[in-house]
């Protein structure tokens, strides 16, 4: 089964920091996505990766970029955190950009802004 | 524009009794279908998908759905609730003709099987 594993289940920042979620597959899928979950609002997509070094902006683009140095490996980033980024943060991968395929979800990173 | 439409926050029923989470679907090509399980401070687990042929799909767990393009529905199903069924629930859409291959998702229905 692939696996997609978020470094971290739980977080607590301070207003300001700088802050790194990683996100690592092993079943060398190309589409890598990260999104927010918040109540009420279901899943928002923040960016997504279809290869190395690429990346598009989803729907909530703002605060965030991303990272993609290795196919394995999608990290988000969060230059200035701030407290309405409190959230749940959830990564997801699948084999191929027309595919037929739904995603793979890791366990998820909640993160507090204080 | 895609969205998906989950209308109800919560769904509640007796353990044993039939369920159906309801989900409608707005997509301007051809709607592939997904719907996804999630327990508590865990990821969305995939429960099911219809891309095409059969209206009726089966998934894990017991959980089956109904593709209805007129209605332009994919509610889920279950004949026997469990109290392990106890979840949030999210049903997701995409476009077949969109080729950025993302997911929209609605925003859930908490499902809730008394004993």
């Known amino acids: 089964d692939v696996k997609v594993t978020q470094s971290s289940r739980y977080l607590v920042k301070r207003t300001g920091e700088k802050v790194f979620l990683e996100c690592v597959q092993d079943m060398d899928h190309e589409n890598m996505f990260w999104y927010r979950q918040d109540p009420g609002l279901g899943l928002r997509l923040i960016y997504f990766s279809y290869d190395v070094k690429m990346k598009e902006k989803g729907d909530i683009p703002e605060g965030y970029s991303v990272s993609r140095e290795k196919k394995e490996r999608f990290s988000l980033i969060l230059e200035s955190a701030s407290t309405n980024q409190t959230s749940m943060y959830l990564c997801?991968?699948?084999?191929?950009?027309?595919?037929?395929?739904?995603?793979?979800f890791g366990s998820g990173t909640r993160l507090t802004v204080v | 524009a895609q969205s998906v439409a989950q209308p109800e926050d919560q769904v509640n029923v007796a353990e044993g009794n039939p369920l159906t989470v309801k989900c409608t679907y707005s997509v301007s090509g051809n709607p592939y279908l997904f719907w996804y399980v999630q327990y508590p401070n865990r990821g969305l687990q995939f429960l099911l998908k219809y891309i095409t042929g059969d209206n009726l799909v089966k998934g894990s767990y017991g959980f089956e759905a109904e593709f209805n393009k007129s209605q332009t529905s994919f509610h889920l199903k279950k004949p026997s609730a469990l109290v392990s069924d106890s979840a949030l629930y999210f049903c997701?859409?995409?476009?077949?003709?969109?080729?950025?291959?993302?997911?929209?998702f609605g925003s859930g229905t908490r499902l809730l099987v008394r004993p």
């Open positions: 997701a859409v995409r476009d077949g003709r969109d080729s950025s291959y993302k997911l929209i």
């Open positions: 997801a991968s699948s084999l191929h950009r027309a595919s037929h395929y739904g995603y793979t």
